[in-house]
């Protein structure tokens, strides 16, 4: 009987494992936590490295560096943003935001995504109160009204198995099979867009610059890490597409530049594309109606997905991560129920009004920055405007840093 059974080891679960484990913390001690994973790589220390690198927030780090985790991710090499630069095309109407203005090393970080697991599954196998039970799938869930307990079919190298625990965590992305199981409804809205990521390098330093410009197509990225290189989010249309993903690499690197713009360009010199394959995927916007059941919890992107405009989706999974660990271990100390209602309702109300926020003014930034309506392009224009004067400065960069969220 497992206290805790988490599905899913990525970003967010295996976050979830490390803030219950027993590294550091040695109250996790009595608290068995099982994890189930399908990617057999996990296990092996094998993480593909496709480019691809989310933005945390300093509020994100700093949840991390509580877990113990965050040291780890450091090791292997994060890159911290010195100032953040938002802008319409090549409009002189742009918005930077520096560490300067805040009494922080950096207003976020860089963290490529094979960096980030590594550094979760090596803490998480030193964790004595935690079994990784990979690779593995769920093929049902059930809950056992008369034991009151809830029951995982699992199917993995030594068969088919049932599993049980006093609560199920659902970490399994957004496109949930446990939500799916839990006949949890969403409330979704597809974009007609495709965000390609790319790795590059540049001839000069980016000086840990990132910047973030709003076109036709949706934003365009640049996201810096080690070594002189960055992440290119390219947000592009569905008619688009097709087109650039098929292009030979030289003729793609020209599309690219031109979105750089001059003044970038000038900045960073030559570029030259590192990824060997372009990674893409379709943003949309979902929110489960609910984030609990009978024991079991979503969190992370089976409760809710977003749109990655200001790169806000992984960090709102960490905080999720963090509220739940903080529910979880002080029900644990104090001998309560962890799959009880109330424990989990008390997880549902710190986190639902953040991620909706989160969520619906992501949407419309992206529908108001794309537009091409005037009297759109005039509100964005003077919002950005706005956003020049330093206390409204002040107010974004809290934010945007997650430091309303940053653990006691």
């Known amino acids: 009987m497992f206290d805790v059974l988490i599905v899913g080891a990525g970003m967010v679960g295996a976050s979830l494992a490390c803030a219950l484990g027993d590294k550091n913390c040695t109250a996790n001690s009595t608290l068995k936590v099982g994890v189930i994973e399908g990617n057999g790589n996990f296990l092996r220390g094998e993480f593909t490295a496709d480019g691809r690198a989310s933005a945390i927030a300093y509020g994100s780090s700093q949840i991390w560096q509580n877990i113990g985790v965050w040291g780890g991710m450091q090791r292997r090499g994060v890159t911290p943003m010195h100032k953040i630069q938002v802008s319409e095309g090549d409009l002189p109407y742009q918005v930077q935001l520096r560490r300067e203005d805040t009494n922080h090393e950096a207003l976020g970080y860089i963290v490529e995504n094979a960096v980030t697991l590594a550094s979760l599954w090596e803490f998480a196998k030193e964790c004595q109160n935690l079994e990784l039970i ?113 292009l030979d690499e030289s003729t793609f690197l020209q599309e690219l530049t031109q979105r750089f713009g001059k003044p970038l360009m000038q900045m960073l010199g030559n570029i030259t594309i590192e990824s060997k394959t372009r990674a893409n995927y379709v943003p949309r916007w979902m929110h489960s109606q609910t984030y609990i059941k009978q024991r079991l919890v979503l969190i992370g992107d089976a409760a809710h997905t977003t749109h990655p405009i200001a790169g806000q989706g992984m960090n709102l999974g960490i905080r999720d991560v963090n509220a739940l660990a903080k529910v979880l ?80």
Request: aromatic residues 8%.
């Open 134 to 246: 990979c690779p593995a799938k769920v093929l049902d869930i059930d809950y056992d009204r008369d034991r009151d307990v809830m029951r995982v079919k699992i199917s993995s190298e030594i068969g088919e198995q049932y599993l049980e625990t006093k609560l199920l965590v659902g970490a399994d992305g957004g496109r949930s099979q446990i939500r799916s199981m839990a006949n949890i409804e969403i409330d979704e809205r597809l974009y007609e867009q495709t965000c390609i990521v790319t790795t590059i390098k540049s001839e000069n330093p980016h000086q840990n610059f990132a910047y973030e410009r709003f076109q036709p197509s949706g934003p365009f990225a640049v996201l810096p890490l080690g070594g002189d290189r960055a992440c290119v989010v390219w947000t592009a249309t569905k008619e688009e597409t097709p087109h650039l993903l098929a």
């Open 329 to 408: 271990k002080a029900a644990h100390q104090n001998n309560q129920d962890l799959g009880s209602d109330k424990v989990l309702r008390a997880y549902q109300g710190k986190r639902r009004w953040d991620n909706l926020g989160v969520i619906w003014l992501t949407d419309i930034s992206n529908r108001m920055f794309s537009s091409q309506n005037l009297f759109l392009k005039a509100i964005r224009r003077l919002g950005l405007l706005i956003l020049q004067i330093s206390l409204f400065k002040r107010i974004l960069m809290y934010f945007m840093m997650g430091m309303h969220q940053v653990p006691e």
